[in-house]
């Protein structure tokens, strides 16, 4: 799916790698990492459980990642995303994780834009209904086209930004895929939705 996602960027001009930057020549180019699959012979370092167990001490906020139908589809696609955040201030960048598994990533790939929808602490059902696989995850949701991308910002949504694919870099069994900030918003008002150990929660004041 990597390799199908990097020949449909560069089909669409969008870039594949970060290009060095102003003062780059003074920074010492490190080695590349040995990233690999851990074999069946091999034991892993960590178990997928342990794994799961540590992370889930780290709370985070929760999104809903949306993209417009590409031609030829007849919806727009979307999925719940624990796995954002802010990546640059210039360029404005984010960025977000999906795994390489996901059946909805290669419609947002193929639509070439995305809208990050930070949902709101009110807003656990609909996260819910965006982390169901096989459903019209959009039947009942009221949206509007984002002003950049066209992709669906969600009524109600705190905070709203609106991207097109920058990058999309492997990073074991899931994709590191970069967004560059085309327009955002925020109602400026709210609890966010957070998630923690595997529950939703919210701030108490």
């Known amino acids: 799916m990597a390799a199908t996602v990097v020949r449909y960027l560069r089909s669409a001009g969008s870039p594949t790698s970060t290009r060095p930057g102003p003062g780059s020549e003074h920074l010492d ?6 990233l690999r699959a851990v074999g069946e012979d091999e034991r892993a370092p960590v178990s997928p459980a342990e794994f799961r167990a540590v992370l889930g001490n780290f709370a985070s906020g929760v999104t ?7 031609e030829g589809e007849d919806g727009p696609a979307g999925f719940a995303c624990q796995s954002f955040a802010s990546l640059s201030l210039d360029p404005p960048l984010v960025t977000f994780m999906v ?3 996901s059946t909805t990533w ?3 790939a193929r639509a070439g834009v995305f809208c990050v929808n930070i949902l709101g602490a009110e807003q656990g059902e609909l996260c819910r209904a965006f982390a169901v696989s096989g ?13 950049a991308t066209g992709s669906p910002q969600l009524d109600d949504a705190p905070a709203w930004i609106d991207c097109r694919i920058h990058a999309v870099h492997t990073g074991g069994d899931h994709l590191i895929v970069v967004g560059r900030v085309e327009a955002m918003g925020a109602a400026g008002e709210g609890d966010p939705l ?3 150990k595997g529950r939703f929660g919210r701030f108490t004041h």
């Open 64 to 70: 809903i990642i949306t993209a417009p139908p590409a």
């Open 106 to 108: 290669p419609r947002i």
């Open 99 to 101: 795994a390489r598994t």
């Open 29 to 34: 180019t490190l080695p590349r990492p040995d």
């Open 194 to 196: 957070l998630f923690h």
């Open 135 to 147: 459903a019209d995850k959009f039947a009942g949701v009221g949206h509007r086209p984002a002003p």
